[in-house]
């Protein structure tokens, strides 16, 4: 049952250079990164294929041997999966080992991450996973579930056949908030995936929605709409100490953490226009962010490097990914699409 589309977006902060399709990813390599050759030998059927999906992802590009820079040999069977990483070069060995358990996609994924770790010093991503909103085909109910990063063993998390919107994980943990009309409402949940324990975590009057989770985990932002119009509001992960940090008379959304969890930004249109607005965590003056005059920026999103800021911006009758630099400034456009999500190498978004 097709319920949902998943699309990657691979860029480097960087003006859009070329763009490559596979199925429904988007592949977009900024003008100034690097793309690293490497070949793939001994290698068939799904490994292959996830193999040259998550390097091509990480910034590698699957090529010949004889042009490659490194070269990735090894073999499948019998439940394991082996690979050995060479510098074609030197011909010093960078990695060897073997992986077992699991399955063929899941060992593949394994060795790419070390590969992506080996090679460039920075973690790899292909073993994260995603939480998203699917849609029933005649877009009555929606229900939240959890996959790869690829979108791959897609699962549900709720079987509600009501609606749901806008899931966060807790860092570190198996656990959701999310927001459902299960009971009729707009309320946020906190759902334990490890124990199945599912209960309310804001259920005020009116609106609650938009639960994003502290970067240490203790602390909820969300949209709350209890004191009137769509507000800031933050509390303990255990629901107390609710505190309110903005008081506007227009809706505010999509709030976000800054990485040191001493900043929120959101969207408001407190200034008529639609903006992008920083407050701080214990709460103060918001100040609008420079968003390089680009319109409507809504859906931030902040880079786990603390550099970057990802939104959507809508134009006419579409909408954009961009980012701007997390202080304010000029915007690059990277592609269309909306409400962007940034994996944990700062370099990798999902859309």
């Known amino acids: 049952m097709n319920l ?33 050759p490497i070949s793939l030998s001994g290698y068939s059927g799904e490994a292959e294929k996830v193999l040259k999906f998550d390097l091509e992802i990480a910034g590698f590009e699957v090529t010949n041997a004889d042009k490659a820079q490194y070269n990735l040999t090894g073999k499948e069977g019998g439940g394991q999966l082996e690979g050995r990483l060479t510098d074609r070069i030197s011909k010093a060995t960078i990695l060897a080992k073997a992986y077992t358990g699991g399955t063929p996609r899941s060992q593949a994924h394994s060795l790419s991450d070390e590969i992506v770790q080996a090679v460039m010093r920075v973690p790899g991503v292909a073993r994260t996973k995603i939480a998203f909103k699917g849609e029933s085909p005649d877009g009555r109910t929606s229900e939240i579930y959890i996959s790869d990063y690829d979108g791959y063993n897609a699962i549900p998390v709720t079987q509600d056949k009501s609606l749901a919107a806008a899931p966060a994980f807790v860092p570190g943990r198996w656990h959701l908030f999310y927001t459902s009309y299960k009971s009729g ?15 309310p975590f804001a259920k005020y009057g009116g609106l609650n929605t938009s639960a994003a989770i502290s970067p240490d985990g203790k602390k909820v932002a969300m949209i709350l709409s209890k004191s009137g119009s769509p507000d800031v509001w933050v509390a303990n992960i255990d629901g107390t100490g609710l505190t309110q940090l ?67 911006s809508q134009r006419g009758g579409g909408f954009d990914i961009c980012t701007i630099p997390a202080t304010g400034g000029s915007a690059t456009v990277l592609v269309e699409g909306e409400d962007p999500s940034w994996a944990p190498n700062s370099r990798t978004v999902v859309f």
């Open 4 to 36: 949902f589309r998943i699309t990657i977006l691979f860029a480097l902060l960087t003006f859009v250079g070329t763009e490559t399709r596979a199925q429904d990813i988007t592949v977009i390599k900024g003008t100034e990164v690097r793309i690293i």
């Open 185 to 199: 409402f707009a309320w946020i949940y906190s759902h334990n995936l490890t124990t199945g324990e599912r209960r």
């Open 246 to 312: 903005t008081k506007t008379p227009v809706d505010e959304s999509s709030p976000c953490w800054s990485p040191d969890g001493t900043k929120i930004c959101f969207a408001s249109r407190m200034e008529e226009r639609r903006g992008l607005y920083i407050v701080p965590s214990t709460g103060g003056t918001m100040t609008r962010l420079n968003t390089g005059g680009v319109p409507g920026p809504s859906e931030p999103d902040w880079s786990p490097d603390g550099k970057t800021i990802g939104f959507t």
